[in-house]
């Protein structure tokens, strides 16, 4: 019995397993082979990335070099931001600068314009009170002429288109006549060379115009000369009155 097992093992062996058997083996365990195929790719993977992060971490000079390149970066962007406030600070200088200029020169326009019309009105008010003595000519002598044939009427009228034509010029020009009769005397407007008592008029009321006074625009061009009412002095007693008083 004993030697015929050995007989049947001895005949499996030369004839060899059959490749069925095998294949079915290597089907058997296709996972198992996988794994150890995968597994030593991962291992050789996670090999090298701990070799590449433990050279980082211990490699001096890679962290030196980061740290120098981090210093650098920091430098130039604190120096950035200076001049940037660098550049903030001259702009609002100028803007300061800008505006001082524009209101000095907007005072100075109008500081010259004042001065311009000031000056224009001084030329004005002087020419016409140079003119205003030949006014006042006139008005005497049409106060003094009485024309009585047609010549001398010709005449006055001539003269009165004359006069009409000057006083025309002087309305256009802004100036316009005073009209002080009965009013209260005003220093601002009038200049009093004469006091009449009186009791029919108040004390200060201008009685009569002597010579014109004329206003330029709303300004006073010249005084107006008149005369004055007075308040009336009561009257003294007389020397017969005081000598018969006194015999008593």
């Not at 070099?65 to 100028?94: D, H, M, P, Y």
């Amino acid at each position: 019995m004993i030697d015929e097992n050995k007989q049947i093992n001895n005949t499996s062996q030369q004839l060899g397993e059959p490749t069925e058997v095998k294949q079915a083996m290597k089907s058997d365990f296709p996972a198992q082979t996988n794994f150890n195929e995968s597994g030593s790719e991962v291992t050789e993977q996670v090999a090298a990335q701990t070799n590449i992060s433990g050279d980082t971490a211990v490699n001096p000079e890679n962290s030196v070099a980061a740290t120098e390149k981090i210093g650098v970066e920091t430098a130039a962007l604190a120096e950035l931001n200076q001049q940037i406030e660098s550049v903030k600070t001259q702009l609002e200088e100028r803007s300061t600068q800008y505006m001082r200029i524009a209101a000095d020169f907007e005072n100075y326009r109008k500081r010259t314009s004042k001065e311009k019309e000031d000056l224009e009105l001084q030329v004005k008010r002087n020419t016409i009170l140079e003119l205003l003595p030949i006014v006042d000519n006139f008005e005497r002598a049409r106060s003094h002429l009485k024309p009585q044939s047609d010549g001398e009427m010709t005449m006055h009228k001539s003269y009165q288109g004359v006069y009409k034509q000057l006083v025309d010029s002087l309305k256009r020009l802004g100036v316009s006549p005073m009209r002080p009769e009965g009013q209260e005397f005003d220093p601002n407007l009038h200049e009093a060379v004469m006091r009449e008592p009186t009791d029919e008029h108040p004390e200060g009321t201008v009685l009569e115009e002597l010579v014109r006074g004329y206003y330029l625009g709303d300004r006073v061009l010249r005084h107006a000369m008149v005369k004055v009412a007075a308040a009336k002095e009561d009257t003294p007693f007389a020397p017969e009155d005081q000598s018969s008083s006194a015999s008593s």
